[in-house]
């Protein structure tokens, strides 16, 4: 079996996400001796410097700038660019966007594709292992039937390496044409989340509240800390979004996002099974919580029993203090 | 206005999940079965968009026997017909081969409108709203929060990694319901005892016209499976917050190395 490696890039602001270029860097390495080339739709300022990660080539294909994301445009792009350079696997990270363009992928296709995948290696062909029931437990999936196959990476789960200073590539434009006109959906206004906030999927420190944050207002003690840690994003447990306290899109748990950041900061949660199958993957996970019964101590690494608006404050000078030296 | 509301019955949410001795399919003994949370809110917005402008919604699931109990609920939260896709060679399908065994079902369903949740809570792949998309050729707007309808289109608030975008489609086309789309009701009494009532069409491949082949081999295949290595608790820091906030920023920094 080939292991030739096609990777979607998706582009946000025209700039290569990280999450595309973290399955990159994951492809290259499974690849070994065989390539791995990247796939580029619309503008891409930085698309010459993915040759810093060591791809064999990065095709590109024109789209109309005001298309924006049409899932039914870009499939057909990466279906043409697949025919092609035909390649044995065509991967992608399971964003929002990457997840409804490999769905459509697919059915053009004709396979299915394993999805937000957190393991990828080779062992007499692709072994993928990917979390389902909300990480409850954690599948490994095979490929039956011809190539290519397709698979969709967790983002922040696999390491982006470091970029080969100086190296940069030729692009190899495709014969491809997309025609706006033809996309069946329209993009009419895009709203951006508050500025510089970090989704709680891609950051690197995720802190939460729960029932135990009382109030929409109290979500502000959190932001603090949010705000002193860099790349860190604000929580939620599902009590408090069901409270309305603090909007769905930062609820972690089986009905929220599932993550994995390098640092979990869970704040007055109890730890209710649907929520720690969407966090318990966390490499490092911290509790404050004024019950010390609360199920969440049971996989907290460090715990705190107190009243979270106490500590948190504290904390706040503690991280500011360390992170000035 | 038709609609179609795709359903799919899955394990509760506050399930514990217990892998078979063999390792091989996850243990379905002493499960609780439940409509998928995101297919509730799919179902709520097509009884809101039925008595703002009229119109019959269609309940839709591919499932074995216990789906019955599902489609039942939804009788009773107001549905006008049920169409329960039934037969053995629709057991453990991979996403491809649900779809394409949904698609040939919404072809035979008058619709201007198709709902799905955003993903099953389970397999938790996500795949099966916008596969159906490209089979039948319709726009989709994928995890929605606003939706509204208007005469020849439907604009939704989808949302995207660190935001969200208002998207246009025209009819037919197919949406999936995230949670914050609406807060579902509850069936009363009245409803639940005249939903036993009602008829649910049972179609096996036959009569939709499908084959083993026409629905293809499963292309992916979950081979076994394993419980997340359990986790171990910690430390608990002891002192005033003052304390146990300077004990933990050092731990973090120079035992765990995060920092």
């Keep these: 079996m080939g292991k030739t490696f096609l990777i979607y890039i998706e582009t946000k602001d025209s700039k290569a996400r990280k999450s595309s270029i973290e399955a990159l860097c994951a492809a290259r390495r499974v690849a070994g001796d065989s390539t791995a080339a990247a796939v580029v739709i619309g503008q891409c300022d930085d698309a010459s410097s993915l040759a810093q990660y060591g791809v064999s080539a990065v095709y590109t294909v024109n789209a109309p700038s005001t298309a924006g994301f049409s899932s039914d445009l870009h499939a057909a792009a990466v279906a043409a660019a697949a025919d092609k350079v035909k390649p044995d696997f065509i991967g992608g990270s399971a964003t929002v966007l990457g997840r409804e363009l490999f769905g459509r992928l697919s059915a053009r296709l004709g396979r299915t594709a394993a999805m937000d995948c957190i393991e990828m290696k080779w062992d007499g062909g692709l072994k993928l292992v990917r979390p389902v029931y909300s990480g409850k437990a954690l599948a490994t999936v095979s490929f039956q039937g011809e190539a290519p196959h397709l698979f969709t990476l967790r983002p922040n789960v696999f390491p982006a390496d470091a970029p080969a200073a100086g190296l940069s590539c030729a692009l190899t434009p495709l014969d491809v044409s997309l025609d706006a006109t033809k996309a069946t959906s329209r993009v009419v206004e895009v709203l951006r989340g508050a500025a510089g906030e970090l989704d709680v999927a891609e950051a690197q420190v995720v802190i939460s509240g729960g029932r135990g944050m009382k109030g929409h207002e109290n979500f502000d003690v959190l932001r603090k800390l949010v705000a002193v840690i860099p790349n860190a994003a604000l929580g939620a447990s599902r009590a408090a979004v069901d409270s309305g306290w603090i909007d769905h899109s930062h609820q972690v748990g089986q009905t929220g996002k599932v993550v994995s950041p390098q640092l979990y900061i869970a704040c007055g949660i109890s730890g209710a099974i649907q929520h720690l199958a969407g966090m318990s993957s966390s490499k490092c996970i911290v509790a404050v919580n004024k019950d010390p019964e609360a199920p969440i101590f049971k996989l907290a690494d460090y715990g705190i029993v107190g009243d979270l608006f106490e500590v948190v404050p504290k904390l706040v000078e503690e991280f500011k203090k360390l992170l000035a030296q | ?259």
């Excluded at chain 2, 159906?132 to 989808?158: M, Q």
């Excluded at chain 2, 197919?174 to 005892?193: C, H, T, W, Y």
């Design chain 2, 1 to 259: 206005m038709n609609i179609i509301v795709c359903l799919k019955q899955v394990f509760a949410t506050d399930a514990r999940i217990k892998i078979a001795p063999d390792g091989k399919t996850v243990s379905e003994e002493q499960i609780e079965w439940i409509m998928s949370p995101y297919d509730e809110f799919a179902l709520e917005e097509a009884l809101r968009i039925r008595e703002a402008k009229s119109g019959k919604i269609t309940a839709l699931t591919l499932g074995p026997e216990r789906c019955t109990t599902m489609l039942r609920s939804a009788f009773a939260l107001g549905v006008d017909a049920a169409v329960h896709l039934k037969d053995p060679l629709f057991d453990n399908l991979d996403a491809l081969a649900v779809a394409r065994v949904l698609a040939e079902a919404i072809r035979k369903i008058p619709h201007d409108l198709v709902l799905f949740g955003k993903q099953g809570v389970g397999v938790d792949q996500g795949l099966v709203q916008s596969m159906v998309a490209e089979l039948l050729g319709l726009p989709l707007a994928n995890i929605v929060t606003k939706l509204s309808v208007e005469a020849d289109k439907v604009r939704c608030l989808r949302e995207v990694d660190g935001g969200s975008e208002w998207v246009e489609c025209g009819l037919p086309a197919i949406v999936s319901a995230q949670k914050g789309l609406n807060d579902p009701r509850i069936a009363n009494l009245k409803g639940i005892m005249a939903a036993k009532k009602k008829p649910i069409d049972v179609w096996n491949a036959q009569s939709l016209g499908v084959t083993a082949d026409s629905i293809g081999a499963s292309t992916l295949t979950h081979d076994s499976y394993v419980l997340p290595p359990p986790r171990k608790a910690g430390k608990v820091l002891q002192g005033t917050a003052e304390d146990t906030a300077q004990q933990l920023v050092s731990l973090l920094r120079n035992e765990a190395k995060i920092i």
